[in-house]
Protein backbone atom coordinates (compact mmCIF):
# COMPACT_ATOMS: atom_id res chain seq x y z
CA UNK A 1 0.00 0.00 0.00
CA UNK A 2 1.78 3.09 -0.83
CA UNK A 3 0.82 6.28 1.12
CA UNK A 4 -0.75 9.88 -0.10
CA UNK A 5 1.64 11.75 -2.39
CA UNK A 6 1.05 15.80 -1.58
CA UNK A 7 1.66 17.62 -5.39
CA UNK A 8 2.51 20.79 -5.19
CA UNK A 9 0.16 23.39 -8.29
CA UNK A 10 1.86 26.82 -8.93
CA UNK A 11 0.97 29.26 -11.49
CA UNK A 12 -3.05 29.12 -10.82
CA UNK A 13 -5.50 31.62 -12.02
CA UNK A 14 -6.67 34.33 -9.00
CA UNK A 15 -10.10 32.69 -9.88
CA UNK A 16 -9.51 28.81 -10.32
CA UNK A 17 -11.49 26.57 -7.69
CA UNK A 18 -10.57 23.88 -6.03
CA UNK A 19 -13.47 21.73 -7.46
CA UNK A 20 -12.22 22.79 -11.07
CA UNK A 21 -8.50 21.84 -9.69
CA UNK A 22 -9.67 18.25 -8.48
CA UNK A 23 -11.27 17.79 -11.63
CA UNK A 24 -8.40 18.25 -13.92
CA UNK A 25 -5.98 16.29 -11.18
CA UNK A 26 -8.91 12.85 -11.10
CA UNK A 27 -7.92 12.36 -14.80
CA UNK A 28 -5.09 10.97 -13.73
CA UNK A 29 -6.69 8.70 -10.26
CA UNK A 30 -7.85 9.42 -6.96
CA UNK A 31 -7.64 12.72 -5.52
CA UNK A 32 -7.77 12.44 -1.42
CA UNK A 33 -7.72 16.19 -0.75
CA UNK A 34 -7.27 19.87 -2.99
CA UNK A 35 -6.48 22.95 -0.97
CA UNK A 36 -6.16 26.32 -2.74
CA UNK A 37 -3.72 28.51 -0.53
CA UNK A 38 -5.34 32.23 0.17
CA UNK A 39 -4.07 35.12 2.11
CA UNK A 40 -5.37 35.28 5.61
CA UNK A 41 -6.35 39.30 5.36
CA UNK A 42 -7.97 39.33 1.71
CA UNK A 43 -8.94 36.09 1.14
CA UNK A 44 -7.35 36.11 -2.22
CA UNK A 45 -5.56 33.07 -3.50
CA UNK A 46 -1.89 33.31 -3.48
CA UNK A 47 -2.04 31.47 -7.07
CA UNK A 48 -0.75 27.73 -5.57
CA UNK A 49 -2.26 25.23 -3.81
CA UNK A 50 -1.84 21.60 -3.15
CA UNK A 51 -3.36 18.18 -4.31
CA UNK A 52 -3.30 14.83 -2.43
CA UNK A 53 -3.65 11.79 -4.50
CA UNK A 54 -3.82 8.18 -2.83
CA UNK A 55 -1.21 6.42 -5.15
CA UNK A 56 1.87 7.59 -6.24
CA UNK A 57 2.24 6.28 -9.28
CA UNK A 58 -1.02 8.49 -10.37
CA UNK A 59 0.99 11.59 -8.89
CA UNK A 60 3.78 10.95 -11.08
CA UNK A 61 1.48 10.49 -14.10
CA UNK A 62 -0.22 14.09 -13.22
CA UNK A 63 2.65 15.48 -12.55
CA UNK A 64 4.38 14.38 -15.71
CA UNK A 65 1.35 15.55 -17.55
CA UNK A 66 0.33 18.50 -16.22
CA UNK A 67 2.98 20.40 -15.63
CA UNK A 68 3.03 23.33 -18.29
CA UNK A 69 0.10 22.24 -19.10
CA UNK A 70 -2.96 25.26 -19.84
CA UNK A 71 -5.18 25.85 -17.00
CA UNK A 72 -7.63 28.42 -16.95
CA UNK A 73 -5.53 30.57 -19.32
CA UNK A 74 -2.00 29.56 -17.60
CA UNK A 75 0.64 27.66 -17.48
CA UNK A 76 0.44 25.07 -14.17
CA UNK A 77 3.75 24.70 -12.51
CA UNK A 78 3.07 21.16 -10.77
CA UNK A 79 5.54 18.95 -9.06
CA UNK A 80 5.99 17.08 -5.54
CA UNK A 81 5.80 18.93 -2.56
CA UNK A 82 8.40 19.41 -0.24
CA UNK A 83 8.27 17.77 2.79
CA UNK A 84 9.42 20.15 5.50
CA UNK A 85 9.65 19.08 9.28
CA UNK A 86 7.69 22.05 10.98
CA UNK A 87 8.23 21.25 14.63
CA UNK A 88 6.45 23.07 17.46
CA UNK A 89 7.11 26.41 18.13
CA UNK A 90 10.36 27.41 20.86
CA UNK A 91 7.51 29.40 23.07
CA UNK A 92 10.75 30.65 25.45
CA UNK A 93 12.24 32.46 22.33
CA UNK A 94 10.30 35.68 21.71
CA UNK A 95 9.32 35.92 18.23
CA UNK A 96 11.47 37.77 15.69
CA UNK A 97 10.70 41.63 15.61
CA UNK A 98 10.37 43.77 12.27
CA UNK A 99 10.08 47.10 14.21
CA UNK A 100 6.65 47.02 14.99
CA UNK A 101 5.24 49.79 17.36
CA UNK A 102 6.10 47.81 20.31
CA UNK A 103 9.00 46.44 19.40
CA UNK A 104 11.58 49.35 20.40
CA UNK A 105 12.13 49.74 17.20
CA UNK A 106 15.45 51.75 17.14
CA UNK A 107 16.37 52.87 13.75
CA UNK A 108 13.28 50.92 11.89
CA UNK A 109 11.42 53.96 10.01
CA UNK A 110 10.28 55.47 13.43
CA UNK A 111 8.00 53.31 15.26
CA UNK A 112 8.46 53.18 18.82
CA UNK A 113 11.39 55.35 18.99
CA UNK A 114 11.75 57.02 22.81
CA UNK A 115 14.06 59.53 21.85
CA UNK A 116 17.32 59.52 23.30
CA UNK A 117 18.27 57.33 26.59
CA UNK A 118 18.50 59.59 29.73
CA UNK A 119 20.18 56.66 31.51
CA UNK A 120 20.50 56.42 34.65
CA UNK A 121 20.82 59.46 37.27
CA UNK A 122 23.36 59.18 40.36
CA UNK A 123 21.81 61.93 42.30
CA UNK A 124 18.10 61.22 42.44
CA UNK A 125 19.46 57.26 41.85
CA UNK A 126 16.94 56.68 39.09
CA UNK A 127 16.77 56.47 35.80
Not at 36 to 59: H, L, Q, W
Not at 102 to 126: F, L
Request: charged fraction near 30%; hydrophobic fraction near 30%.
Amino acid sequence: MTQNQKIFVGNLAWGATEDGLRAVFEEFGEVVSVRIVNDPYTGRSKGFGFVDMKESADAAMAIEKLNDANFQGRPLRVGLARQEARGPRDSSRPPRSGGGPRSGGEGRGGYGQRGPSRGYDEESEAF
